[in-house]
Nanobody, 123 residues
Framework: QVQLVESGGGLVQAGGSLRLSCAASGRTFSSYAMGWFRQAPGKEREFVAACRWSDARAYYADSVKGRFIIFRDNAKNTGYLQMSSLKPEDTAVYYC????????????????WGPGTQVAVSS
């Protein structure tokens, strides 16, 4: 059984920072891509960032480029999303996901999903 569990969400003021974690268990994800998506109320789930576990190449949505950093600790089987300069429009439930495909920007690329963690940014 593969499990992903996010943590680190919370309430923060605009301009603040949060670090989300995604702990993976059940198998080694060295050959998987890790993605972060978010979903705000009434909106579709959207891509935020992705990277492969095996190398440092990362991909970002234009809306978060320069503010968010995705990285992982292979030894801990854990991925992270460092979020800085947060804006009210970043408010959403954030999900981590893992998959073997290379279409990093789409939800269908990912086979496994965490339950999500809420991020709220106040103005």
């Amino acid at each position: 059984q593969v499990q992903l569990v996010e943590s680190g969400g919370g309430l923060v003021q605009a301009g603040g920072s949060l670090r989300l974690s995604c702990a993976a268990s059940g198998r080694t994800f060295s050959s998987y891509a890790m993605g972060w998506f978010r979903q705000a109320p009434g909106k579709e789930r959207e891509f935020v960032a992705a990277c492969r576990w095996s190398d440092a190449r990362a991909y970002y949505a234009d809306s978060v480029k320069g503010r968010f950093i995705i990285f992982r600790d292979n030894a801990k089987n854990t991925g992270y999303l460092q979020m800085s300069s947060l804006k009210p429009e970043d408010t959403a439930v954030y999900y981590c996901a893992a998959g073997r495909g290379s279409d990093y920007y789409i939800t269908g690329n990912y086979d496994y999903w965490g339950p999500g963690t809420q991020v709220a940014v106040s103005s």
